[in-house]
């Protein structure tokens, strides 16, 4: 069985930095892509940004690109996310996310393993 377990995460200022953490146990997932996705109150849960297996591939949803940072670490099993100038609109539940199969970044229903979920608040 895998778990994600997160950390990192918190409350902040308009601007500041952050960095969310992510680690596998229980399997090696160094084969598998990684991602990270948020859910805002009242809003569905959606892709922020990912990463393929060997780490030379990243993606990232508009709304996040040239200020958020995905990376991982295959060694330790870990998946990060750096997040830079941050925003109110990125106030949300953060969850990294493995999945294994060739299925789009953006649908949720290809992951196969998720983490717990960490909350992220941004104030103006």
């Known amino acids: 069985q895998v778990q994600l377990v997160q950390s990192g995460g918190g409350l902040l200022q308009a601007g500041g930095s952050l960095r969310l953490s992510c680690a596998a146990s229980?399997?090696?997932?160094?084969?598998?892509?990684m991602a990270w996705f948020r859910q805002a109150p009242g809003n569905e849960r959606e892709f922020v940004a990912g990463?393929?297996?060997?780490?030379?591939?990243?993606y990232y949803a508009d709304s996040v690109k040239g200020r958020f940072t995905i990376s991982r670490d295959n060694a330790k099993m870990t998946v990060a996310l750096q997040m830079n100038s941050l925003k109110p609109e990125d106030t949300a539940v953060y969850y990294c996310?493995?999945?294994?199969?060739?299925?789009?970044?953006?649908?949720?229903?290809?992951?196969?393993?998720w983490g717990q979920g960490t909350q992220v608040t941004v104030s103006s």
């Open positions: 996310a493995a999945k294994t199969k060739a299925t789009s970044w953006t649908d949720r229903q290809g992951y196969d393993y």
């Open positions: 229980g399997r090696s997932l160094s084969s598998a892509a």
């Open positions: 990463i393929g297996w060997m780490g030379h591939s990243t």
